[in-house]
């Protein structure tokens, strides 16, 4: 375990200087504080919370005990007596000194302890009889932390700790927890150290006592699941005549109250296996804390997210986990925003458990990557606010929200051909599905336009003006046409190196070299996307029309939907079918995994504010890009041109010619399965979004890029372009696969897209913790 004997005791010798170094930090709480966190309080077995009872003789008690056992400060004339002590605990980290000795928090309660190693029984009366065999020759000093449980030589983290059970009356309490396991010396090198449930049952001195380290543990965020005396035949018993004689009546131990979540589950994630790691892996760590869990598994594509625009809030107010791929999240993302209240939408917590391929979102943020370390990170609670972009279809006005990253071009195509390998490959199926593409690469040619991130923007300096932004204004114009698309996926890709690579390689040095016109843009923040500011990201700040007003000539039916099946192709299914308006609530009736065929518009002519000419109408790249050398292999051309074109102050940069990806990351989008990191210096919660562009066309190109980026040094390649933008449309070319992957979800590119940041950001539920 890793942290089992991070701070087990030091040699004799050196006990004493490290008592004298610890004393400052390791002040005990006097006994009436550490009475007063107690905060007598009952979780009795059903669940019911009563109101707390003061009971004030039992309070006198304890302080004596408490004091005629453990000192409240070690002072000098202290350390004769913790040298008897059998064992001694290091809290200091090893005597590293002072600065190191708040390690593990200040003490909440200490006192001695039996770790009782005898097999849990789950017998009741036995447990009660067994305790009572416990003799005090076995204790050991052990002290509670803020940080930690330490007795003896062991030290237990809290933030390992799941939660407490107690059974009123008795002097044994069980911490139930999930440690680092090991792995043996030689193996440790190659297997990755994991999470194993370990229960620890410890026999206080008292009773009492064994009320408060119940209770400390309570007052750390423990959960407490307090159970009725083992020999009691009915709670009812319990409350009343046997509590009267022994224990205080009721014990309300103040812990948080367990949370109501709703889970929404996909099937099919991760090969099927996610039922598996739910039901048998994270299911019962929500157990232990208490959780109340309503459980609904997807049965086809679109579920998650009609279910997340349509659930009751109150049946699950402390928030939705996701156990599944970034698609899972993805969906249901997009039904919060498409609630009729998107303020409260937005503002509902999301879970996520990875069960998918690829889970790029949740080990980037939170850096968390198995299911039970994300199921603790839950447990323990907290919120990570998480930027959140928009993908806008110009022409249509239709929207698609993300957390991950929106892709062009290459990843997007490897997207969508992997959907044929989905059953046969697996998560290896980007390999396979990247290998053929890259045999047969095509040439993609886009129209790209961004307004650079100022520096000092990016540090937040404008955050005040961010927050002056309504969410109502937000939801004008982006949200409330949201409703309306329902674009599904093709598969998660998160992972972008899966695609060409499979192995894991470290990533090294990473050089970013943003666009020369980003640090010459002094702009004001095109963060979220209401009417006002988007009209002056596009330079049309004259524009006062609601957004009905702006695409007048729109008709309503004109979303871009474009669901696709797993099994048919692109060239199956006619990119530019029929135009019709993806009605939600058809996914969630539909039996099967294949989608319907819904397309989107051809003949748009795109709203009025943005009728303004920016590029040719019809690029013909062949000939815009001379130097394009014929055949399929050519890796000598840029392929590209730029240029800075200013509109009311904002000075967007346009470049347009051969790419062969364009990535538009909202976080590093780090890979569960390898080292790499897609866009080192983007961060979750910046307000802007980092451009990839890998200009030019050509396999070996291509190549380099990807070996680069499995060893991180992709971004110093001559024709790869790295900016943190606030904005950015992108146009396709004339005849390209026109494709876009968000999140893991594939749409067609039929006309200009412009992506922007939400002011609004989501919240995930669980903190980054090392
Ligand atoms: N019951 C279901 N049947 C088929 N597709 C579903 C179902 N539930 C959800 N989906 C679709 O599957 C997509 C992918 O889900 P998710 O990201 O959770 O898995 P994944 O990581 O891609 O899984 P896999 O391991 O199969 O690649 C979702 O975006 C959703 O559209």
Redesign the pocket.
Known sequence: MRDMHRNSTGSTNNSTNTNNKISSALRLSSPQQSLRRLGLCSQIATGEHSSPVVFPEKRAKVKASRKSSVPTTLRPDDQDTSENFEHRIDIGAGGGGDEKSDLLGYVVFSGKLVLDKRKISTNNNADAQQTSDVTNQDAVDAKLTSKALAWGSQVLHLDDVISVSYNAGLRHFTVHSYPFKKASCGLSCFIKSQRSRKDFRFVASSIEEALQWVGGCADQQCFVNCLPHPLSSSKKQASSELFQSDTPPELLFRCKTPPKMLVIL??????GRSSKVFHGIVEPIFKLAGFRLEVVK???????RNLASSVDISTCPDGIICV?????I??VLNGLLSRDNQKEGISIPIGIIPA???NSLVWTVLGVRDPISAAMAIVKGGLTATDVFAVEWIQTSTIHYGLTVSYYGFVSDVLELSEKY?KRF??LRYFVAGFFKFLCLPRYSYEVEYLPALKTEREGKISGEKEAVDMSDLCTDIMSRSNKDGM??A??LSSIDSIMTPSRISGGDLDTCSSNHASTEPSELVRGLDPKSKRLSSGRGNVTAEPEVIHPQLPLSTTPNWPRTRSKSRNDKGWTGLTTTLDTTRWGNTAT?DREDISSTLSDPGPIWDAEPKWDADPNWDVENPIELPGPSDDTVMGSTKEVVPRFGDKWVVSKGRFLGILVCNHACRTVQSSQVVAPKAEHDDSTLDLLLVHGSGRLRLLRFFLLLQMGRHLSLPYVEYVKVKSVRIKPGKHNHNGCGID??LFALNGQVISSMLPEQCRLIGRFRL
């Open positions: 996909n099937p099919r994630s991760g090969r997807t049965t086809c594509a679109g579920h998650a599944g791929g970034d698609g899972i993805n969906e998918g391929s690829d989905q697996g998560p599904p996926r598969s998660s995994n893991g979800e």
